[in-house]
């Protein structure tokens, strides 16, 4: 496999130090730029390509999430994750709304971070431990979450005009059963390689469940499928594991 190529977002030069001494001591990474805000980080973005941005959310001008935006519209090769101090829902729906294909606070360990890169580069889900469980009991409990839908693109298939809470969990798209068990699994906090596994199919098999889950639930990536897959009923989080791991 070739190096994954990473891009450092943060206001703090430390921090964009920290990750760079990271990264550079781990074989199979290449740190191509850093930027200092969102419009810096949108315009190297477009400049060099990166296979993993890992953005800051606060920060002077242009924010995190706004550049996550652009970058997603712009530049979508480019997989955003975000690595932040803060993990309240106020920051994480956004980001992940925005297009960020993982939410990790600045506490996790430096494997985590590592292992959560990787996964972003494979189209996974990767969650702090913290987020995955303020998500989940959101999306369970009263306070509604903004409903789920492509930033810039609307989906074939889409739940109704209706955005209220009772209206998604009321849709409830037709699934085939190896669509329902990939998503169950992804509920479960599995990634692609052990999802594959536990139903004895290939790697392969699994992205194009989990790419027919998107369309159907009109979601973007496995963050969206899993938050679709709880507003619909169709399954219930088990987040008892990390989903970095």
């Given at each position: 496999?070739?190096?994954?190529?990473?891009?450092?977002?943060?206001?703090?030069?430390?921090m964009?130090?920290?990750?760079r001494?990271?990264?550079?001591?781990?074989?199979?990474?290449?740190?191509?730029?850093?930027?200092?805000?969102?419009?810096?980080?949108?315009?190297?973005?477009?400049?060099?390509?990166?296979?993993?941005?890992?953005?800051?959310?606060?920060?002077?001008?242009?924010?995190?999430?706004?550049?996550?935006?652009?970058?997603?519209?712009?530049?979508?090769?480019?997989?955003?994750?975000?690595?932040?101090?803060?993990?309240?829902?106020?920051?994480?729906?956004?980001?992940?709304?925005?297009?960020?294909?993982?939410y990790?606070?600045?506490?996790?360990?430096?494997?985590?971070?590592?292992?959560?890169v990787?996964?972003?580069?494979?189209?996974?889900?990767?969650?702090?431990?913290?987020?995955?469980?303020?998500?989940?009991?959101?999306?369970?409990?009263?306070?509604?979450?903004?409903s789920?839908?492509?930033?810039w693109?609307?989906?074939?298939?889409?739940?109704?005009?209706?955005?209220?809470a009772?209206?998604?969990?009321?849709?409830?798209?037709?699934?085939?059963?190896?669509?329902?068990?990939?998503?169950?699994?992804?509920?479960k906090?599995?990634n692609?390689?052990?999802?594959?596994?536990?139903?004895?199919?290939?790697?392969?098999?699994?992205?194009?469940?989990?790419?027919?889950?998107?369309?159907?639930?009109?979601?973007?990536?496995?963050?969206?499928?899993?938050?679709?897959?709880?507003?619909?009923?169709?399954?219930?989080?088990?987040?008892?594991?990390?989903?970095?791991?």
């Amino acid at each position: 496999m070739s190096s994954c190529t990473l891009m450092l977002v943060d206001d703090h030069p430390l921090m964009r130090d920290a990750l760079r001494n990271l990264f550079d001591a781990e074989p199979g990474f290449q740190v191509l730029g850093e930027a200092s805000e969102g419009a810096e980080a949108v315009q190297k973005c477009l400049e060099l390509d990166p296979d993993v941005v890992l953005m800051d959310i606060r920060m002077p001008g242009m924010d995190g999430i706004e550049a996550t935006a652009h970058i997603v519209h712009q530049a979508p090769r480019s997989k955003v994750l975000a690595l932040t101090t803060f993990s309240t829902l106020e920051y994480v729906v956004p980001a992940l709304r925005a297009g960020a294909s993982g939410y990790l606070v600045k506490d996790a360990r430096h494997e985590e971070i590592v292992s959560a890169v990787l996964q972003v580069r494979e189209d996974e889900m990767t969650l702090s431990q913290s987020v995955a469980n303020s998500l989940a009991n959101n999306v369970l409990g009263d306070v509604p979450v903004p409903s789920v839908r492509r930033s810039w693109n609307e989906p074939r298939n889409t739940p109704p005009a209706d955005s209220s809470a009772a209206s998604r969990q009321s849709y409830v798209p037709e699934l085939t059963g190896r669509e329902l068990d990939t998503l169950r699994w992804i509920a479960k906090g599995l990634n692609n390689n052990e999802i594959a596994e536990k139903m004895k199919v290939s790697h392969g098999s699994v992205k194009a469940y989990v790419s027919q889950l998107c369309d159907k639930l009109g979601a973007r990536d496995r963050v969206q499928v899993l938050i679709a897959g709880i507003q619909s009923g169709l399954v219930k989080p088990e987040l008892t594991e990390d989903l970095t791991q």
